[in-house]
């Protein structure tokens, strides 16, 4: 049997069973179908109210793509398909008397918002608009869908821009002395037709098509060729979206909400997209087609309010509304149609949300029994519990910059957030500038396709006009991007580039400082501070996190310095620190001169005399680490940065000693920089990141590192002699020879011991390594019997293993590797091609084939000399998800990574986990 291209929505589910030899799971259908297509066909399934519809595959837009073709069978299988609709709804496609009207829509494997366009209305022509007329017993109706069909076809189909239309609209408006489309009268609608048809023929040369099939066999091409548009390829770059996933094709029978009061068309959510509460969410626009109600056109109701209006539909939309969450198990995004009192569905996906309602809805699922803990812990992505734990404006500022004045509009909170940036009214402009790195807040009227990547790079978006349910509003809250939109108070005025408040004439200008709170739907003149976020108070994230842990079997740990960012660190879950660097201390003020006087001691006794009086506040420190910590393990790690750190820049010290050798060569302060400079030039290094730094120093300076394993251990004898439970961990950085460490530890290990016995208590205590240098990864074997943990340093190892001097690489060249180099050519719509060297950035992510590698094998022979050394990564990327992931399947401990992300190495190593068992 040929190939199967086209299925109807009625026969979906039995036909795809037969195609894959069992019966569907979503994602299947979804792969085949789109997800449109899979939801028109469960939904009729389901025995739901679906106008008749079938859906041309994926896999034919592939082929088409390939070819320039429909692939063999396809167009027939169409011609059949129309046929069974035909059957089903009694009405035949072109028929001068009872003529079918089709939407040709298109819907790729995920919802892309606004991607690819629909044309509603097809197959209408001068004969088949009579009939329309006749059947509706509305004239006007039936001019109006008219007009709109050659509006949506020239310009989605034949690229012959709606603009042209919509100016011969708003003329004959301007005519009547009308506001809205309804207002027109019948004989303008007639001559907008007739007017709209004369344009067609005068730009392409031809009439506009006129037989219904042809009308179809132009559109389903459209579709296809749409899935290579720019605003699309942009889309899924962006997103990550594979280019070869093809989008489908969907026809479906046309429902018309346009026939006055008892029709209109509406959209909902089955709970809160934004806060993610359990109640029906959305907006019905009466006597409306299509897209109006995203449109903004006019302002819609709000879905509660149907209950009034149309008590028997509200009624049954809810009960619609509540199985299909039940049946996909999630909130669940509709399209409907009320035509003369009659409702039909017109889709149906699982909703995008904001990070808070992703993490409530989950929870609550869960909570009612709908689904497990673990698919609730795997419905959050980590980067969202990120998003929760941001920021938001400090209340009592936003108080004081109302009261100053500077609330300037409020209007719709279309997606939560505080952002503060430059204003911008041209998405292009947003995108440079966003990619810049700077701050900047989009602007528009309202927004379109064309305007997402500018939307995606800026800190938020702001609209004149649109509902809750609009294009920007839709896209902010997908992409965690603050919005408020429907900012009737504002007109912004693209031409002069700049948008006047309206109540007070108050104009800002492009580059003026905005501040917008998405979830309040404010906007504010100038800069608001932001506050950090209460994690106790969000029950839902804790609750969430608290099942993670359940799940989980790779520890997570902190990299803190100091007790207060330990004592965040432990109430967002951290389970000990994996990192305390020491440097920190040394920075102190009060710790500044000894500091100094130790690097330029001539003798051991200056040296020793300034080490003992920095001893006290390192040891300060230490308690106050270990109280945060009770109970949990401390690393700290020993001094790391070359010493010239701790002292002034050369550069400067050259410039002041020339300037005071002029001015006062006779100065005490003269021969004090002097000697610094001295200092500091034999110090200097040509490459002090591969100098005298880590252990290296530990080795060379006497002393110093003696000095920071006293206070430590005091510290930990002193806490445990209070009561507090300490864990004392030993990490000598740096070592690239298995001599370092045994020389390092022996030392240090005698101090330990000494301290122990001065302070009369035996404390829990281990001393390890970090594993930064790729010769240290390469000879784990000899390492590990010296060592008691071994903890990755993957910047270090990241930098070594590439050989890339990190700050030099991201501002010189490793931007490029990852956007890719130009290579001169260019593909065929003469964008360049650009030939991409790294994939991602291995300062963020792990490098699993290279440094994950050393990391790899590194722990595999380290744990087979030493099976009881404890193996963590304290490096930027023990915060990363995907390479969260890699060190659970590694069999890692721990990971460890700053305060704030300890939430999201929470969920995403219990991801990692239960993804594991799957
Ligand atoms: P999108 O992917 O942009 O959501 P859709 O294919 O869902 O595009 O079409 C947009 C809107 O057009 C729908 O929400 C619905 O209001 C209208 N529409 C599509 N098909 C039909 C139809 N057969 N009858 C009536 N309205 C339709
Ligand atoms: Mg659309
Ligand atoms: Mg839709």
């Known amino acids: 049997m040929a190939k199967k291209w086209v299925y109807l929505s009625s026969t979906a589910e039995k036909d795809l069973t037969k195609t894959l030899g069992h019966k569907p799971a979503l994602d299947e259908a979804k792969v085949i179908l789109g997800g449109k297509g899979a939801g028109l066909a469960t939904m009729t399934g389901a025995g739901l109210p679906v106008p008749p519809a079938f859906t041309i595959t994926t896999e034919a837009c592939i082929k088409y793509m390939n070819s320039g073709e429909f692939p063999e069978g396809m167009w027939d299988q169409t011609l059949e398909a129309l046929g069974e609709i035909e059957k089903q709804t009694g009405k035949n496609f072109g028929d001068p008397k009872n003529p079918l009207l089709v939407s040709v829509r298109s819907g790729a494997r995920v919802s892309m918002p606004g991607m690819m366009d629909t044309v509603l209305n097809l197959g209408l022509n001068d004969e088949t608009r009579v009939a329309l007329a006749k059947l509706s017993g509305d004239e006007w109706f039936s001019y109006d869908a008219y007009r709109r069909f050659i509006t949506m076809f020239s310009d989605i189909v034949m690229d012959y821009s709606r603009e042209h239309f919509e100016e011969k609209l708003q003329e004959l408006k301007d005519k009547e002395g009308v506001k809205l489309d309804p207002e027109v009268s019948l004989e303008g609608m007639k001559g907008l037709v007739a007017e709209y048809k004369r344009m067609y023929k005068d730009h392409f040369g031809t009439g506009f098509p006129t037989d219904p099939l042809e009308q179809l066999r132009l559109s389903i091409k459209a579709v296809f060729n749409s899935w290579s548009g720019a605003r699309a390829i942009a889309y899924r770059e962006h997103e990550g979206i594979p280019h070869d996933w093809g989008t489908a094709v969907n026809v479906q029978t046309m429902v018309f909400g346009n026939l006055g009061e008892k029709s209109g068309t509406g959209v909902a959510f089955t709970r809160d997209p934004a806060t993610g509460e359990t109640e029906l969410y959305g907006e019905y626009l009466e006597n409306a087609q299509g897209e109006d109600v995203v449109a903004g056109i006019r302002t819609p109701m709000k879905i509660a309010q149907l209950n009034e209006v149309m008590p028997d539909i509200y009624k049954q939309f809810s009960a619609v509304a509540k199985q299909l969450e039940d049946h996909y198990r999630d909130m669940q995004d509709m399209e409907f149609t009320v035509e003369q009192g009659k409702l039909w569905m017109l889709q149906t996906r699982t909703g995008k949300r904001t990070a808070a309602a992703a993490v409530k809805i989950a929870v609550d699922l869960a909570q009612e ?18 998003q929760l734990l941001h920021p938001f404006f400090d209340p ?33 402009e947003a995108r440079k500038l966003g990619g810049e790195g700077k701050a900047v807040i989009l602007v528009r ?21 649109g509902g809750m349910t609009s294009h920007a509003a839709v896209v902010a809250r997908g992409s965690n991007l603050p919005g408020v939109v429907g900012c009737e108070s504002i007109r912004v005025d693209l031409q002069r580039k700049q948008f006047t408040v309206q109540a007070t004439g108050r104009a800002v200008k492009e580059g003026d400082i905005i501040s917008i709170d998405g979830g309040a739907g404010e906007v504010f003149w100038g800069a608001i501070p932001t506050v950090e976020v209460d994690y106790e108070k969000q029950t839902d ?45 040394f920075f102190d003020p009060r710790a500044r001169d000894a500091v100094v006087r130790m690097i330029l001691a001539e003798t051991d006794g200056e040296r020793q005399a300034a080490l003992t009086e920095m001893l006290p506040i390192q040891e300060k420190d230490f308690e106050g680490v270990f109280e945060a910590m009770d109970g949990l393990p401390v690393i700290m790690r020993l001094i790391d940065p070359p010493m010239h750190e701790f002292l002034p820049p050369r550069e400067e ?206 722990t595999q022979e380290g744990r087979a000399a030493n099976p009881d050394l404890e193996v963590g990564i304290c490096g930027e990327h023990g915060g990363d998800p995907a390479s969260i992931k890699f060190c659970h399947d590694v069999g890692l401990n721990y990971v460890s990574c700053s305060p704030y992300r300890v939430p999201v190495a929470r969920i995403a190593a219990a991801q990692a986990k239960l993804l594991e068992s799957k």
């Open 541 to 585: 994230l804790v609750e969430l996190l608290g099942w993670a842990d359940e799940f989980r079997t790779l520890g997570v740990r902190t990299n803190a310095d100091l007790p207060h960012d330990a004592r965040r660190a432990r109430e967002f879950g951290a389970e000990g620190i994996g990192l305390c660097r020491t440097e920190h201390m």
């Open 653 to 858: 010290l050259i410039e002041e000693v020339a300037k005071l050798r002029c001015t006062d060569p006779k100065s005490k302060e003269l021969s004090e920089k002097e000697k610094m400079l001295q200092v500091v030039n034999s110090l200097w290094e040509v490459n002090p990141m591969m100098g005298l730094r880590g252990c290296r120093a530990g080795i060379m300076y006497k002393g110093l590192t003696e000095m920071q394993t006293r206070a430590y251990f005091q510290a930990a004898c002193r806490c445990s002699k209070r009561g507090i439970k300490v864990k004392a961990e030993v990490m000598i950085p740096l070592v690239c020879h298995v001599n370092e460490l045994r020389l390092e530890r022996e030392k240090l290990e005698a101090v330990a011991k000494q301290v122990m016995k001065e302070e009369g208590v035996e404390v829990e205590h281990m001393f390890g390594t970090m594993i930064e240098v790729p010769r240290a990864a390469l000879t784990a074997t000899e390492i590990a019997k010296h060592a008691q943990f071994f903890s990755f340093g993957t910047n270090d190892l990241t930098q070594m293993t590439f050989g890339f001097s990190r700050d030099d690489a991201e501002g010189k060249f490793l931007l490029t590797y990852i956007e890719g180099v130009d290579t001169g050519e260019t593909d065929q719509e003469g964008n360049p091609i650009r030939f991409q060297i790294l994939a991602q950035n291995p300062f963020q992510t792990l490098d699993q084939e290279g440094v994950g590698r050393l990391v790899r094998m590194c």
């Open 445 to 465: 009227p309202e927004t379109a396709p064309d305007d997402v990547p500018g939307m995606l790079a800026s800190k938020g978006v702001l609209t004149q006009h």
């Open 369 to 386: 029994g709908t689904i497990s803990k673990e698919e609730a812990v795997l419905r959050v992505r980590p980067h969202e519990v990120d």
């Open 396 to 428: 009592q500022e936003k108080q004081k910059a109302a009261e100053r004045g500077d609330l300037i509009a409020e209007a719709l909170n279309a997606s939560p957030g505080a952002a503060t940036g430059g204003v911008v009214f041209d998405a292009e």
